[in-house]
Each structure stands twice: as structure tokens, then as C-alpha cells.
């Protein structure tokens, strides 16, 4: 047993803007639009929103479920479940722990980017345009000395334990991103070209339609709602038993989805313009020229034609990014950490260091061999393991778990739940619909 005792969070609030900053990150600025541009925009966006509504949404009530039942780590808690297997239970509770180890491998990289793009201006503002131009350049070095740093952050957050680092980073960010968000739409829709845009995000053509666009919005969305890795296993381990976890989880989920579809709003007209005003934002043949750094190559031009307004805001805009980042990667460490913790009985200090140094380490590899590493671990873990595993927490959930148990903990915070729609669909679409769902997803590319 482990001998701390578990950390909670200290309001219904304080977890919703806790889980909330978990699932607001890259995933709704970098990862959504990055995927909508590349796949025919509104065509993606749609498929995106019924992948949110009938699988993610769906796997978040469950995830959180789980981990509020079991009150420990993903591994302890899915033992709980399948108590009669859990060497099975635990090997899949490991290999969640090194998808959210791997996933933050590669985050830490993007998130550095963004410190860089925060400090450029007052670099170059004080004299220091070389370094400037260091931050924002792809290299190695600046690779490397960014994710160190972005990591150090995260160690230092998840270092302080859960209602201290975690709820405070959390609470007040989101609105004051959402706001510049809105200021940053107004002006885009001002320029020349946004309107282009606009109709490519907005008006589906639904021949773009395929079974990658498929595959790839789901991944999207169940990492945009940082799902199948057992970060919300864990954050709902810290969850008090009068929360109507239905209730928030729709809570969560329509903040998510309300950001990703407001960086959609920004970027796809954002990249339109800056095609106008003479950036290379697509090749030849009308692809996009690179995915991979186009929010880096559509930002920060646009700041440029806004003038010293635009510098303010672009540093408002990146610091806050820099935050959102960071509030995801702590519920990534987090599962690792809680694990060590309760089944090594390592103490936190030593469980966040040792961990986070090794999945530094990962980093640095990473980012020394980018072209070769980069896309695959993001393909690996987030377009393929993280639904995979969803489709596994559904079998749990739908098929081994107890029924009766699974209402007990679920009607905790919602006793009316028996009698209520939620509770007549919600166990036979886990048992049936989901886990057949994810596979057909994956299997459709294929015939
Ligand atoms: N949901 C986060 C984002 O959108 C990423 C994340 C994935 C967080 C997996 C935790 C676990 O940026």
C-alpha cells in the first residue's frame, strides 16, 4: 500500500479547469488545425465533432470512472477491475504509462518551440537578435535546450503534488486565452484572403472524406481529450465522490472542443493571409508545404503585419500557450509519477526527477534524430495507442467490470443516474458500440 496519502483537488471547479488543462494544450492550437489543413478543413472538422461526441466523450465518463473507483494509478486501478487477471490488467496499465511517457517526449519539444516564440521579441527588443533568430529556427540545439527547459517546468509543477502545482496552473488560463483568441479572429477576418479561408473551414466538401481522415480524427480527439494514456484514469483517482462525473465530463469535453474549433477559426484564415502577404504555405501541387511548424509559420507572420500591437500580442498569445502546454504535460508526468509512487513507494520528489529525466532523455534522442523519430512517435502513440487503448478501458469497462459496481461508483455525485437516459445507453454503447467503433476505424482504411 502506498504510504502517502492521496492528493485531491479542492473544488468541482478546481478539477474541471484541472482536467479542462489537460486536454487544452497543442492538441487544440498545433495538432486540430494542423490535421483540419491538411485534410480538406470542414470535411475534418465535422468527422472531428462526431468522433468527439460518440467515442471520445463516451471513453472520458469511463476513464474517469475508472480511475475515481480504483483511488490509485492506472495500474492498481484496472487490477481492481479484472481482479482475477491482474498481471493482464497491469500490462496494460504499463503500456499506458509508456504511451503518456512517450507522448510527453515529443510534446516537450513542440511546447520548447513555443517558449522560444515567447521570448524572441524581448530578445530582439533588447538587443539580442541573433539569439532571436536562435529561438525560432529549427536545429538541433535549439531543440534540445528548449525541451530541457519546457521539461524542467514540468518536473518542477508535478514535483509540488496535485491540489498546489496542478489546480492553481489551471484555474483563470483558459478564459484569458479564449479572449485573445477572439481578438486575434477579428483582426484575421479584416485582411485580405481570411474569407478564403474561412470557407475552407466552415464549408465541407465531403469527397475529402477517406479512411484517413477518419483515422486521424479520431486519434485527434482522443488526444485532444487526453484519452487511452490514463492521465484522466489518474486525475479522476483525485476526483471527490460527490462529482457527477457525466456532468463533467461533458463539461470538459465542450471547453476542449470550443478551443480547438476557435484555433481552427484563427488559423485556417491566419494561413490564408499569410499566403497573400508572400509566405510559402503550400507546394506546388496545393499541399501544405509543412505541417509540422505551420502554426509557427502562420503566427508569428501574422503578428508581423499587426505592428507593436502585434508584439504584445503575440507574447501574451505564446506565454499563454507556453502555460496551456504545460498544464497538459503535468497530467502526462503525472501518470508515471502516480504509479511509482503508489506501487514502488517511491517519494514524489524521487518519482518526478527520476521519471522525468528519463523521458528527457527520450526527448534529446528524439530531437537529435527529428526526421527519423519525431512523426513516428507522434503516429505511434497518439493516432494509433492511445484509441487502441480506449478500445481496451471499453472491454473493461463494458464487459468486465461487475455492472451493479459500475453503478455503484458512478451513481456517487448523481443518484438519480439509475433511472436516467445517460444510464439506459451509456453501459451497452461502451460494451458494444465503442470498442467495435475504434477497430472499424482502423480496419476501414484497410478493405
Ligand atoms: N490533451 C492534450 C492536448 O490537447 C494532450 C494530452 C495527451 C494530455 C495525452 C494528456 C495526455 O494538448
Avoid at 535546450?145 to 492553481?168: H, M, N, R, W, Y
Avoid at 485573445?180 to 464549408?203: C, N, W
Avoid at 511548424?293 to 504584445?312: A, K
Wanted: aromatic share 12%.
Amino acid at each position: 500500500m502506498a504510504s502517502h496519502s492521496r492528493g485531491q483537488f479542492s473544488s468541482k471547479l478546481g478539477f474541471i479547469m484541472a482536467a479542462a488543462g489537460s486536454a487544452v494544450g497543442l492538441g487544440n492550437v498545433w495538432g486540430f488545425p494542423t490535421k483540419a489543413a491538411s485534410n480538406g478543413g470542414a470535411a475534418f472538422l465535422v468527422i472531428y465533432l462526431v468522433m468527439v461526441f460518440a467515442l471520445a466523450f463516451p471513453m472520458l465518463v469511463a476513464e474517469l470512472t475508472i480511475g475515481r473507483y480504483g483511488q490509485s494509478n492506472p495500474i492498481s486501478s484496472l487490477k481492481k477491475i479484472w481482479s482475477k487477471q491482474p498481471a493482464i490488467a497491469a500490462t496494460f496499465g504499463l503500456i499506458a504509462i509508456l504511451t503518456a511517457s512517450f507522448i510527453l517526449s515529443f510534446y516537450s519539444i513542440i511546447a520548447g518551440w513555443l517558449m522560444g516564440y515567447a521570448v524572441a521579441p524581448s530578445l530582439d527588443f533588447i538587443g539580442f537578435a541573433d539569439a532571436a533568430i536562435w529561438v525560432t529556427s529549427f536545429s538541433d540545439s535549439r531543440n534540445v535546450v528548449l525541451a530541457v527547459l519546457f521539461s524542467l517546468l514540468t518536473v518542477f509543477v508535478v514535483q509540488k503534488g496535485i491540489a498546489d502545482g496542478i489546480e492553481k496552473w489551471s484555474t483563470r488560463l483558459m478564459p484569458l486565452l479564449l479572449a485573445l483568441f477572439v481578438l486575434m479572429i477579428v483582426y484575421i477576418f479584416t485582411q485580405d484572403g481570411a474569407m478564403e479561408g474561412l470557407k475552407m473551414y466552415l464549408i465541407p466538401d465531403l469527397s475529402h472524406i477517406n479512411g484517413g481522415l477518419l483515422v486521424d480524427s479520431m486519434g485527434q480527439a482522443f488526444f485532444s481529450l487526453s484519452l487511452g494514456c490514463g492521465s484522466m484514469m489518474v486525475y479522476g483517482s483525485y476526483l471527490s465522490k460527490d462529482v457527477n462525473i457525466p456532468r463533467t465530463a461533458a463539461q470538459v469535453a465542450s471547453i476542449d472542443t470550443g478551443i480547438a474549433f476557435t484555433a481552427g477559426l484563427l488559423i485556417l484564415p491566419a494561413m490564408y493571409v499569410a499566403k497573400q502577404n508572400g509566405v510559402e504555405i503550400f507546394n506546388d501541387a496545393g499541399q501544405l508545404k509543412s505541417s509540422t511548424d505551420l502554426v509557427f509559420t502562420v503566427l508569428p507572420s501574422m503578428f508581423d503585419t499587426m505592428g507593436g500591437i502585434g508584439i504584445l500580442l503575440g507574447l501574451c498569445f505564446f506565454v499563454l500557450m507556453v502555460i496551456a502546454a504545460l498544464t497538459s504535460s503535468i497530467s502526462m508526468l503525472e501518470v508515471p509519477v502516480s504509479c511509482a509512487q503508489d506501487e514502488l513507494n517511491w517519494n514524489r520528489s524521487t518519482a518526478t526527477w527520476g521519471i522525468g529525466g528519463v523521458i528527457l532523455l527520450v526527448s534529446v534522442i528524439i530531437s537529435l534524430n527529428f526526421g527519423a523519430l519525431f512523426g513516428l512517435v507522434v503516429d505511434v502513440t497518439t493516432v494509433y495507442l492511445q484509441p487502441l487503448l480506449g478500445a481496451v478501458w471499453a472491454v473493461f469497462v463494458g464487459w468486465i467490470w461487475h455492472r451493479n459496481k459500475l453503478l455503484g461508483e458512478i451513481k456517487q455525485g448523481n443518484p438519480e443516474i439509475a433511472d436516467s437516459l445517460f444510464w439506459k445507453i451509456w453501459p451497452w454503447y461502451v460494451r458494444f458500440i465503442c470498442p467495435v467503433a475504434i477497430l472499424m476505424v482502423f480496419i476501414y482504411p484497410l478493405i
